[in-house]
């Protein structure tokens, strides 16, 4: 079935795959975006330059669309913005919310679609719950709820610290931090397979005023994931385990992501979106997961190293630390 399309992104993450995915399944796509990317579109997309704060925005409240789908909403006002906006002039809004809003501290390791949403630890996740609930609460917008989890497609996972400097004490031989001692089950999915089943939802009457996760359906330790990461490199995953509690100390700002998100173990039910959009491959190869990635890290990589910065000076003051506490 044809449809008019609008993404909000387009060019991000999981975004540009969708895109695609839309192309490919014969929809009529448009995207707003600030044009920031280097990413190339795909023929045929139909592009509005602007931020969801410009005239561009405000006049596709003009507009109708069969589908909007929202990739870059973060925070209740938006959320009431849009509803102000699409009510009346689009049959399904679809809002990309995050798998972090499921309950932290876990109860149980297998996320379903009724697995409690609550996260007292992360505001990234507070703001993406208030903003389903004021979703749930009104009842002249239809909408579809989507869940990531971990979605990669050029960025790279490293459960602490920036990605690019982790990689680069990889080659160099040094540790990079995990938080306890690794082992908790952390899932990755690529975007290629994000986009196939979420375009599947779209102008789909079952999906409607409902909300779904889509993952790949195993998890990998951090361990796992790190080693996967050294491979790409030709380098060996050397691992300095520190307790969730002891990073928080030393920086605050690790609290939303570690304890709010990536120190618990959480791999996904699929049954309910298998349900309404059909069954639908994931790679389960973690090599393959991470190859795109680790291709465009290796492009980032070329470019001179930057200067040694306040978080790799806090990285080796912790690991110095830690080790100092060894008998």
Same mark, same amino acid.
């Given at each position: ?186 899932? +990755?999915?690529? $975007? =290629?397979?994000? %986009? #196939? ?7 789909? *009457?079952?999906?409607?005023? @409902? ?78 997961? +991470?190859?795109? $990635? =680790?291709?465009? %890290? #290796? ?7 930057? *200067?040694?910065?306040?978080? @790799? ?15």
């Amino acid at each position: 079935m044809a449809l008019s399309v609008l993404y909000i992104g387009g060019s991000g993450q999981i975004s540009l795959p969708c895109v695609e995915a839309s192309l490919a399944a014969g929809h009529d796509v448009t995207i707003l975006n600030r044009n920031r990317t280097a990413a190339p579109l795909a023929r045929g997309v139909k592009t509005l330059v602007g931020d969801m704060n410009g005239d561009a925005y405000r006049e596709l409240g003009e507009r109708h669309f069969d589908v909007v789908a929202q990739f870059r909403l973060y925070t209740p006002n938006q959320m009431k913005r849009d509803i102000a906006t699409f009510t009346g002039r689009t049959g399904q809004y679809v809002f990309i919310s995050s798998a972090s809003v499921y309950e932290k501290p876990v109860r149980h390791y297998m996320m379903t679609e009724r697995t409690k949403i609550e996260n007292k630890f992360w505001q990234y996740s507070q703001d993406k719950i208030a903003c389903e609930r004021l979703l749930r609460d009104q009842d002249r917008l239809a909408y579809t709820i989507v869940r990531p989890s971990h979605t990669v497609r050029t960025h790279m996972p490293i459960q602490v610290g920036d990605p690019d400097a982790a990689i680069r004490r990889m080659i160099a031989g040094k540790p990079v931090i995990v938080a306890g001692d690794g082992s908790s089950l952390w899932t +990755l999915t690529r $975007s =290629v397979d994000v %986009a #196939k089943p979420l375009v599947r939802l779209f102008g789909n *009457p079952a999906a409607l005023n @409902d909300d779904f996760h889509i993952t790949t359906d195993r998890g990998f330790t951090w361990r796992q994931i790190h080693e996967a990461i050294a491979r790409g490199f030709g380098a060996e995953a050397l691992h300095a385990p520190v307790p969730t509690d002891t990073l928080v100390r030393f920086n605050k700002e690790w609290a939303g992501p570690l304890l709010g998100d990536k120190s618990w173990s959480a791999l996904y039910d699929n049954a309910k979106v298998k349900g309404v959009v059909g069954p639908f491959d994931a790679s389960q190869d973690l090599d393959e997961i +991470l190859r795109d $990635s =680790v291709m465009h %890290a #290796k492009e980032r990589l070329k470019a001179p190293a930057p *200067p040694e910065s306040d978080e @790799d000076r806090l990285i080796e003051g912790i690991i110095a630390a830690q080790e100092a506490l060894r008998p």
